[in-house]
Protein backbone atom coordinates (compact mmCIF):
# COMPACT_ATOMS: atom_id res chain seq x y z
CA UNK A 1 0.00 0.00 0.00
CA UNK A 2 3.05 2.34 0.71
CA UNK A 3 3.86 2.02 -2.73
CA UNK A 4 0.21 3.34 -4.00
CA UNK A 5 -0.04 5.71 -1.66
CA UNK A 6 3.03 7.34 -3.62
CA UNK A 7 1.50 7.27 -6.85
CA UNK A 8 -1.60 8.86 -5.20
CA UNK A 9 0.20 11.73 -4.08
CA UNK A 10 1.98 11.90 -7.41
CA UNK A 11 -1.33 12.23 -9.03
CA UNK A 12 -2.92 14.18 -6.29
CA UNK A 13 0.12 17.07 -6.65
CA UNK A 14 -0.76 17.76 -10.25
CA UNK A 15 -4.33 17.64 -9.88
CA UNK A 16 -5.21 14.29 -11.01
CA UNK A 17 -8.24 12.62 -9.95
CA UNK A 18 -7.45 9.07 -8.98
CA UNK A 19 -10.29 5.83 -8.48
CA UNK A 20 -9.47 2.88 -6.76
CA UNK A 21 -10.41 -0.86 -6.79
CA UNK A 22 -10.20 -2.99 -3.93
CA UNK A 23 -11.15 -6.77 -3.58
CA UNK A 24 -13.73 -7.01 -0.96
CA UNK A 25 -14.53 -10.58 -0.70
CA UNK A 26 -13.78 -13.64 -1.94
CA UNK A 27 -15.54 -17.05 -2.46
CA UNK A 28 -13.82 -20.47 -3.71
CA UNK A 29 -10.41 -19.10 -4.90
CA UNK A 30 -8.76 -16.14 -6.11
CA UNK A 31 -5.10 -15.07 -6.90
CA UNK A 32 -5.34 -11.84 -4.66
CA UNK A 33 -6.68 -11.56 -1.24
CA UNK A 34 -9.10 -9.32 0.32
CA UNK A 35 -7.62 -5.75 0.51
CA UNK A 36 -5.85 -6.34 -2.83
CA UNK A 37 -6.06 -2.93 -4.95
CA UNK A 38 -5.68 -1.23 -8.41
CA UNK A 39 -5.19 2.55 -8.75
CA UNK A 40 -6.03 4.30 -11.90
CA UNK A 41 -5.30 8.12 -12.52
CA UNK A 42 -7.27 10.23 -14.84
CA UNK A 43 -4.80 9.98 -17.70
CA UNK A 44 -4.94 6.55 -17.49
CA UNK A 45 -2.16 5.21 -15.68
CA UNK A 46 -2.53 2.09 -13.33
CA UNK A 47 -1.19 0.61 -10.47
CA UNK A 48 -1.46 -2.33 -8.28
CA UNK A 49 -3.60 -5.46 -9.16
CA UNK A 50 -7.09 -6.89 -8.24
CA UNK A 51 -6.79 -10.57 -10.20
CA UNK A 52 -3.50 -10.67 -12.19
CA UNK A 53 -5.63 -11.79 -14.83
CA UNK A 54 -7.97 -10.19 -17.52
CA UNK A 55 -10.57 -8.80 -15.19
CA UNK A 56 -8.19 -6.11 -14.36
CA UNK A 57 -9.17 -4.35 -18.18
CA UNK A 58 -12.72 -4.35 -16.90
CA UNK A 59 -12.51 -3.15 -13.43
CA UNK A 60 -9.83 -0.15 -15.09
CA UNK A 61 -12.89 0.53 -17.76
CA UNK A 62 -15.40 0.81 -14.00
CA UNK A 63 -12.88 3.34 -12.89
CA UNK A 64 -12.67 5.12 -16.03
CA UNK A 65 -16.55 5.24 -15.73
CA UNK A 66 -16.53 6.32 -12.19
CA UNK A 67 -14.23 9.19 -13.27
CA UNK A 68 -16.43 10.41 -16.01
CA UNK A 69 -19.21 10.33 -13.68
CA UNK A 70 -20.65 6.86 -12.40
CA UNK A 71 -21.72 5.69 -8.94
CA UNK A 72 -18.91 4.14 -6.94
CA UNK A 73 -20.11 0.24 -7.00
CA UNK A 74 -19.41 -3.49 -5.93
CA UNK A 75 -18.45 -5.64 -9.36
CA UNK A 76 -18.47 -9.83 -8.51
CA UNK A 77 -17.07 -11.57 -11.30
CA UNK A 78 -17.80 -15.30 -10.98
CA UNK A 79 -15.55 -17.35 -12.49
CA UNK A 80 -16.31 -21.13 -13.59
CA UNK A 81 -13.56 -23.49 -13.81
CA UNK A 82 -13.25 -23.60 -17.63
CA UNK A 83 -13.08 -20.24 -18.11
CA UNK A 84 -11.05 -19.76 -14.78
CA UNK A 85 -7.27 -19.45 -16.63
CA UNK A 86 -8.28 -17.01 -19.43
CA UNK A 87 -9.45 -14.83 -16.88
CA UNK A 88 -6.08 -14.82 -14.59
CA UNK A 89 -8.13 -17.15 -11.81
CA UNK A 90 -6.18 -20.48 -12.49
CA UNK A 91 -8.58 -21.83 -9.37
CA UNK A 92 -12.20 -20.55 -10.27
CA UNK A 93 -13.97 -18.69 -7.94
CA UNK A 94 -15.80 -15.35 -7.46
CA UNK A 95 -14.23 -11.73 -6.30
CA UNK A 96 -15.76 -8.70 -5.64
CA UNK A 97 -14.33 -5.49 -6.06
CA UNK A 98 -15.48 -2.16 -4.32
CA UNK A 99 -15.04 1.28 -7.09
CA UNK A 100 -14.92 3.92 -5.49
CA UNK A 101 -13.22 7.68 -5.99
CA UNK A 102 -11.33 8.63 -2.49
CA UNK A 103 -11.77 11.52 -1.10
CA UNK A 104 -8.78 14.06 -1.31
CA UNK A 105 -8.71 14.77 2.24
CA UNK A 106 -8.79 11.34 3.54
CA UNK A 107 -6.11 10.30 1.34
CA UNK A 108 -3.68 12.92 2.78
CA UNK A 109 -5.03 11.38 6.65
CA UNK A 110 -4.21 7.81 5.07
CA UNK A 111 -0.45 8.50 3.88
CA UNK A 112 0.46 9.80 7.41
CA UNK A 113 -0.60 6.86 9.10
CA UNK A 114 1.24 4.74 6.45
CA UNK A 115 4.13 7.03 7.18
CA UNK A 116 4.28 7.26 10.69
CA UNK A 117 3.10 3.46 10.88
CA UNK A 118 0.15 3.60 12.67
CA UNK A 119 -2.78 1.29 12.87
CA UNK A 120 -5.86 2.41 11.51
CA UNK A 121 -9.48 1.23 9.61
CA UNK A 122 -10.94 2.92 6.55
CA UNK A 123 -14.48 2.25 6.24
CA UNK A 124 -16.08 1.90 3.21
CA UNK A 125 -20.03 1.92 2.59
CA UNK A 126 -20.08 -0.76 0.23
CA UNK A 127 -23.55 0.70 -1.06
CA UNK A 128 -22.62 4.50 -1.52
CA UNK A 129 -19.10 4.70 -1.39
CA UNK A 130 -18.92 6.84 1.90
CA UNK A 131 -15.82 6.35 3.51
CA UNK A 132 -14.32 7.44 7.28
CA UNK A 133 -10.75 6.65 8.59
CA UNK A 134 -10.34 5.72 12.16
CA UNK A 135 -7.12 5.73 14.20
CA UNK A 136 -6.36 3.12 16.55
CA UNK A 137 -7.70 4.19 19.77
CA UNK A 138 -10.58 6.29 18.28
CA UNK A 139 -13.47 3.38 18.33
CA UNK A 140 -13.50 0.32 20.13
CA UNK A 141 -14.80 -1.30 16.70
CA UNK A 142 -11.96 -0.08 14.83
CA UNK A 143 -9.43 -1.87 17.83
CA UNK A 144 -10.81 -5.05 17.21
CA UNK A 145 -10.47 -5.36 13.69
CA UNK A 146 -6.81 -3.74 13.95
CA UNK A 147 -5.80 -6.86 16.42
CA UNK A 148 -7.43 -8.77 14.55
CA UNK A 149 -5.33 -8.02 11.52
CA UNK A 150 -7.60 -9.07 8.95
CA UNK A 151 -9.58 -6.50 6.14
CA UNK A 152 -13.17 -7.69 6.18
CA UNK A 153 -17.04 -6.68 5.28
CA UNK A 154 -19.26 -5.85 8.41
CA UNK A 155 -22.67 -5.17 7.69
CA UNK A 156 -22.78 -3.01 4.54
CA UNK A 157 -19.24 -1.49 4.84
CA UNK A 158 -16.10 -2.70 4.39
CA UNK A 159 -13.14 -2.47 6.77
CA UNK A 160 -9.68 -1.77 5.17
CA UNK A 161 -6.98 -2.59 7.79
CA UNK A 162 -3.68 -0.64 7.85
CA UNK A 163 -1.02 -0.95 9.94
CA UNK A 164 3.00 -1.37 9.96
CA UNK A 165 4.29 -5.00 8.93
CA UNK A 166 3.82 -7.38 12.42
CA UNK A 167 7.31 -7.26 14.74
CA UNK A 168 9.00 -10.28 15.30
CA UNK A 169 11.16 -9.51 18.86
CA UNK A 170 13.73 -12.32 20.06
CA UNK A 171 15.32 -11.95 23.06
CA UNK A 172 18.43 -14.08 23.33
CA UNK A 173 21.35 -13.67 20.20
CA UNK A 174 21.68 -17.53 19.40
CA UNK A 175 21.90 -19.13 16.02
CA UNK A 176 18.03 -19.56 15.80
CA UNK A 177 18.06 -15.45 16.30
CA UNK A 178 19.47 -15.32 12.83
CA UNK A 179 17.28 -18.33 11.33
CA UNK A 180 14.07 -16.88 13.01
CA UNK A 181 15.28 -13.36 11.43
CA UNK A 182 15.71 -14.51 7.90
CA UNK A 183 12.61 -16.93 7.67
CA UNK A 184 10.74 -13.59 9.09
CA UNK A 185 12.11 -11.12 6.71
CA UNK A 186 10.81 -13.61 3.89
CA UNK A 187 7.76 -13.07 4.41
CA UNK A 188 7.97 -9.02 5.13
CA UNK A 189 8.14 -8.87 9.24
CA UNK A 190 10.25 -6.37 10.86
CA UNK A 191 13.35 -8.22 12.90
CA UNK A 192 14.93 -7.09 16.32
CA UNK A 193 16.95 -9.14 18.68
CA UNK A 194 18.41 -8.48 22.01
CA UNK A 195 20.76 -9.82 24.03
CA UNK A 196 22.90 -8.19 27.31
CA UNK A 197 25.53 -10.16 25.88
CA UNK A 198 27.55 -7.87 23.58
CA UNK A 199 29.59 -10.16 22.16
CA UNK A 200 26.48 -12.08 20.92
CA UNK A 201 24.46 -9.57 20.01
CA UNK A 202 26.27 -7.87 16.83
CA UNK A 203 25.15 -7.07 13.31
CA UNK A 204 27.66 -9.29 12.10
CA UNK A 205 25.90 -12.72 14.29
CA UNK A 206 22.94 -11.09 12.99
CA UNK A 207 22.57 -9.71 9.48
CA UNK A 208 18.97 -10.44 9.41
CA UNK A 209 17.87 -8.29 12.18
CA UNK A 210 16.57 -5.39 11.45
CA UNK A 211 17.70 -4.15 14.70
CA UNK A 212 20.16 -5.26 17.43
CA UNK A 213 19.58 -4.43 20.56
CA UNK A 214 22.13 -4.87 23.52
CA UNK A 215 20.48 -4.89 27.01
CA UNK A 216 19.02 -6.67 29.66
CA UNK A 217 15.38 -7.87 29.42
CA UNK A 218 14.12 -4.97 31.25
CA UNK A 219 15.77 -2.18 28.99
CA UNK A 220 15.22 -4.63 25.95
CA UNK A 221 11.56 -4.70 26.52
CA UNK A 222 11.34 -1.32 27.71
CA UNK A 223 12.71 -0.08 24.03
CA UNK A 224 10.73 -2.46 21.83
CA UNK A 225 7.48 -2.47 23.62
CA UNK A 226 5.71 -5.19 21.85
CA UNK A 227 2.20 -4.58 21.08
CA UNK A 228 -0.89 -6.43 19.62
CA UNK A 229 1.05 -6.85 16.63
CA UNK A 230 4.62 -8.45 18.07
CA UNK A 231 5.47 -11.68 18.21
CA UNK A 232 7.71 -12.59 20.99
CA UNK A 233 10.22 -15.48 21.58
CA UNK A 234 13.19 -16.00 24.20
CA UNK A 235 15.97 -18.26 23.33
CA UNK A 236 18.49 -17.78 26.38
CA UNK A 237 18.47 -21.27 28.03
CA UNK A 238 19.72 -18.95 31.30
CA UNK A 239 17.07 -18.34 34.41
CA UNK A 240 18.57 -15.08 34.64
CA UNK A 241 17.40 -13.75 31.31
CA UNK A 242 14.54 -16.16 30.61
CA UNK A 243 12.75 -15.09 33.67
CA UNK A 244 12.93 -11.33 33.41
CA UNK A 245 12.14 -11.57 29.56
CA UNK A 246 9.02 -14.07 29.43
CA UNK A 247 8.14 -11.64 32.55
CA UNK A 248 8.22 -8.85 30.09
CA UNK A 249 6.37 -10.47 27.60
CA UNK A 250 3.50 -11.65 29.42
CA UNK A 251 3.08 -7.74 31.10
CA UNK A 252 2.96 -6.54 27.75
CA UNK A 253 0.01 -6.96 24.52
CA UNK A 254 2.45 -9.46 22.52
CA UNK A 255 0.07 -11.97 20.40
CA UNK A 256 2.80 -14.65 20.88
CA UNK A 257 4.97 -15.32 23.58
CA UNK A 258 7.36 -18.55 22.73
CA UNK A 259 10.57 -20.26 24.57
CA UNK A 260 12.68 -22.71 23.34
CA UNK A 261 13.63 -25.37 25.43
CA UNK A 262 12.60 -28.76 27.02
CA UNK A 263 9.42 -29.67 28.70
CA UNK A 264 11.38 -30.35 31.35
CA UNK A 265 12.60 -26.59 31.51
CA UNK A 266 9.29 -25.28 30.88
CA UNK A 267 7.91 -26.87 33.58
CA UNK A 268 10.84 -25.77 35.76
CA UNK A 269 10.94 -22.16 34.20
CA UNK A 270 7.28 -21.78 34.95
CA UNK A 271 7.78 -22.52 39.05
CA UNK A 272 10.41 -19.50 38.49
CA UNK A 273 7.82 -17.29 36.78
CA UNK A 274 4.86 -18.31 39.71
CA UNK A 275 7.39 -17.59 42.35
CA UNK A 276 7.80 -14.29 40.58
CA UNK A 277 4.17 -13.48 41.17
CA UNK A 278 3.31 -13.94 37.24
CA UNK A 279 -0.27 -15.67 37.84
CA UNK A 280 -1.39 -18.92 36.24
CA UNK A 281 -3.44 -17.72 33.22
CA UNK A 282 -0.60 -15.55 32.26
CA UNK A 283 1.54 -18.44 32.22
CA UNK A 284 -0.68 -19.94 29.71
CA UNK A 285 0.34 -17.88 27.44
CA UNK A 286 3.75 -19.52 26.59
CA UNK A 287 4.25 -21.63 23.95
CA UNK A 288 6.62 -23.66 25.05
CA UNK A 289 8.66 -25.68 23.65
CA UNK A 290 8.00 -23.24 20.65
CA UNK A 291 6.89 -24.21 17.73
CA UNK A 292 4.50 -26.97 15.85
CA UNK A 293 5.68 -30.75 16.08
CA UNK A 294 7.91 -30.54 12.42
CA UNK A 295 10.42 -32.94 13.77
CA UNK A 296 12.96 -29.98 13.16
CA UNK A 297 16.77 -30.16 14.15
CA UNK A 298 18.62 -28.01 12.94
CA UNK A 299 18.19 -24.28 13.29
CA UNK A 300 16.58 -23.19 10.19
CA UNK A 301 13.56 -25.95 10.99
CA UNK A 302 14.13 -24.76 14.44
CA UNK A 303 12.80 -21.34 12.95
CA UNK A 304 10.46 -22.83 10.53
CA UNK A 305 8.72 -24.20 13.34
CA UNK A 306 8.47 -21.40 15.27
CA UNK A 307 7.17 -18.94 12.71
CA UNK A 308 4.66 -21.38 11.52
CA UNK A 309 2.76 -21.80 14.84
CA UNK A 310 3.44 -17.96 15.26
CA UNK A 311 1.72 -17.54 11.96
CA UNK A 312 -1.36 -19.91 13.05
CA UNK A 313 -1.96 -18.12 16.23
CA UNK A 314 -1.77 -14.62 14.97
CA UNK A 315 -4.94 -15.73 12.44
CA UNK A 316 -6.49 -18.29 15.20
CA UNK A 317 -5.64 -21.22 13.43
CA UNK A 318 -4.41 -24.85 14.45
CA UNK A 319 -1.44 -25.26 12.31
CA UNK A 320 -2.39 -29.18 12.18
CA UNK A 321 -2.77 -30.54 8.57
CA UNK A 322 -4.32 -28.57 6.23
CA UNK A 323 -6.37 -31.56 4.99
CA UNK A 324 -7.98 -31.93 8.25
CA UNK A 325 -9.20 -28.96 8.10
CA UNK A 326 -12.74 -27.90 8.02
CA UNK A 327 -11.52 -23.56 7.57
CA UNK A 328 -10.75 -21.75 4.51
CA UNK A 329 -6.84 -22.58 2.89
CA UNK A 330 -6.23 -18.73 2.84
CA UNK A 331 -6.70 -16.28 5.51
CA UNK A 332 -8.27 -13.49 4.19
CA UNK A 333 -6.05 -10.28 5.10
Not at 150 to 172: E, H, Q
Request: aromatic share 6%; net charge negative.
Amino acid sequence: MRELLEELARARSRGDRVALATVVGTRRSAPRPIGSKLLVTGNGELYGSVSGGCVEADVYEACQGLLAGEQSRVLTYGITDDEAFEVGLPCGGEIDVLVVEPDAELLARLEDVVRNEDHAVLFTNLEDGAQRLVVEGEEAEADALIRGARSCVVGSTFADVFGPPPRLFVYGAVDTAEALCKAAKAIGWRTIVADARGKFATKERLPSADEVIVAWPDEAFARVDPDHATAVVVLTHDDKFDVPALEAALASEAFYVGALGSRRNQARRRERLAEAGVADESLDRIHGPAGLDLGAATPAETALSILAEIVATRFGRSGGPLRESAQRIHAEV
